[in-house]
């Protein structure tokens, strides 16, 4: 097990930008997958990024390729969500979550794969 803490939420106007952190309790962090997932009110959770245990394999809902950018530091045990030119629909809880994958080149964009998560932070992008 891996314990995640999120932090960075905030509100922001339309237009703005957000930077999301998590960060993950063991050293172990580079043998995760890690992602980043977002539920708004009323609608299912989605994946909005993911990033593989190399760092060199990302992935992006496409609503967000363009704007929202993944990335990682082993160093500091910490995944971060840059999210540039929010919009109002980008309103939602965001979740940080940790796969345990073999291959380090695989961002896992199964939630199932899933089994660490994190406490989530909430976005509020105002018009």
């Known amino acids: 097990q891996v314990q995640l803490v999120e932090s960075g939420g905030g509100s922001v106007q339309a237009g703005g930008s957000l930077r999301l952190s998590c960060a993950a309790s063991?050293?172990?962090?580079?043998?995760?997958?890690m992602g980043w997932f977002r539920q708004a009110p009323g609608k299912e959770r989605e994946i909005v990024a993911a990033?593989?245990?190399?760092?060199?394999?990302?992935y992006y809902t496409d609503s967000m390729k363009g704007r929202f950018t993944i990335s990682r530091d082993k160093d500091k045990n910490t995944v971060y969500l840059q999210m540039n030119s929010l919009k109002p629909e980008d309103t939602a809880v965001y979740y940080c979550?940790?796969?345990?994958?073999?291959?380090?080149?695989?961002?896992?964009?199964?939630?199932?794969?899933?089994?660490?998560w994190g406490q989530g932070t909430q976005v509020t992008v105002s018009s």
């Open positions: 063991k050293r172990t962090f580079v043998t995760y997958a």
């Open positions: 979550a940790a796969a345990w994958v073999a291959q380090t080149s695989v961002a896992t964009t199964s939630e199932g794969d899933y089994a660490n």
């Open positions: 990033i593989s245990r190399s760092g060199d394999t990302m």
